[in-house]
């Protein structure tokens, strides 16, 4: 099992910045690919950065590309998010993931395990 707690999210005006965080705990052999998604109100999961935990590959959607930022810190078991130039549309509930097994999927499908979520919201 890998449990995963996010923080960071909150209110923000365009082209504000913020930082989301996940901390994991668990098993580490559930790691292998670490993820973020969005939920938009009325709209599907939408896949946001993906992160491998050895090697620290990476891999965004074209959406956020030049925007947002996913990193890994081994030491502290944590995975980030930084947000800059944030828009109106940004606003959802973002979800850290983990045991994905193709840093270049989109599929939530791949993923085993999932936080509870925080929510951004980006005011215009």
């Known amino acids: 099992q890998v449990q995963l707690v996010e923080s960071g999210g909150g209110l923000v005006q365009a082209g504000g910045s913020l930082r989301l965080s996940c901390g994991v705990s668990?098993?580490?052999?559930?790691?292998?690919?670490m993820g973020w998604f969005r939920r938009a109100p009325g709209k599907d999961r939408e896949f946001v950065a993906a992160?491998?935990?050895?090697?620290?590959?990476?891999y965004h959607a074209d959406s956020v590309k030049g925007r947002f930022t996913i990193s890994r810190d081994n030491a502290k078991n944590t995975v980030s998010l930084r947000m800059n130039n944030l828009k109106p549309e940004d606003t959802a509930v973002y979800y850290c993931?983990?045991?994905?097994?193709?840093?270049?999927?989109?599929?939530?499908?791949?993923?085993?395990?999932w936080g509870q979520g925080t929510q951004v919201t980006v005011s215009s």
């Open positions: 993931a983990a045991g994905g097994r193709v840093l270049t999927t989109a599929h939530s499908d791949e993923y085993d395990y």
């Open positions: 668990g098993r580490t052999t559930n790691r292998y690919v």
């Open positions: 992160i491998t935990w050895t090697t620290g590959s990476t």
